[in-house]
């Protein structure tokens, strides 16, 4: 749900700095929701 919507604005804004901004909001937003239900914060990449 939070890559959607991150996916979604991104696409719609036409400054690249508020796209970063986004980038940067949405995985704290993961974050806190994981937290939130008391699911793992860490996100693992490879």
Do not use: C, F, H, Q
């Amino acid at each position: 749900m939070v890559a959607w919507v991150n996916t979604y604005l991104r696409r719609r804004l036409p400054d690249p700095l508020l796209g970063n901004l986004v980038m940067i909001l949405a995985s704290l937003t993961a974050y806190l929701l994981a937290e939130l239900i008391e699911a793992s914060g860490v996100l693992g990449s490879s």
